[in-house]
């Protein structure tokens, strides 16, 4: 599962792998369902942490 990603994503990452516009991704990470490291006005999100979101909401890819 998503081993074309890096370990560590970017919200274009996000947004590309469920599928959804910057401004969910955003309401996503900034809600805490996502968890994510923000570094400047960059967000690193770890892979793991998606594929976490994705089991909770049980979404196959």
Do not use: F, W
Not at 14 to 20: A, E, G, K, N, T
């Amino acid at each position: 599962m998503l081993e074309n990603y890096p370990d560590v994503l970017e919200v274009k990452d996000i947004c590309s792998i469920l599928r959804i516009g910057r401004k969910t991704a955003y309401q996503l990470l900034n809600s805490g369902k996502i968890p994510h490291r923000r570094i400047g006005r960059i967000y690193k999100i770890r892979k793991d942490a998606v594929i976490d979101y994705l089991q909770k909401k049980k979404i196959k890819l």
